[in-house]
């Protein structure tokens, strides 16, 4: 479901506060879909549409952590990339 494209645009790196801004978009949506169904629960749809906001945090965290990582290591943060779903999701908390 997301894509590179959603953090990337244009497939084009991004950088850092670049990431930031994105992740405070989707906590802001991931906090407006809660707001809206405090009391009642989601819907299939709103579940489905939180578990993507998840996953996006979860790829944008990454891709920080990934360009902070080359950064400190004297490598190019742009030669990082958007890791898939299946990936991000399987890491240990």
Avoid: F
Avoid at 8 to 23: F, H, L, Q, S, Y
Avoid at 57 to 74: K, T, V
Wanted: proline share 6%; charged share 35%.
């Amino acid at each position: 479901m997301p894509t590179a494209n959603r953090i990337e645009p244009k497939g084009e790196p991004v950088n850092d506060r670049e990431i930031t801004a994105k992740i405070s978009e989707l906590v802001d949506q991931e906090h407006q879909l809660e707001r809206a169904h405090v009391g009642r629960p989601l819907s299939e749809d709103e579940h489905a549409q939180m578990n993507a906001l998840n996953v996006q945090l979860d790829q944008c965290w990454d891709l920080l952590r990934q360009r902070r990582a080359r950064r400190e290591m004297g490598q190019n943060p742009d030669d990082t990339q958007v890791r898939p779903d299946r990936v991000v999701e399987g890491y240990q908390q």
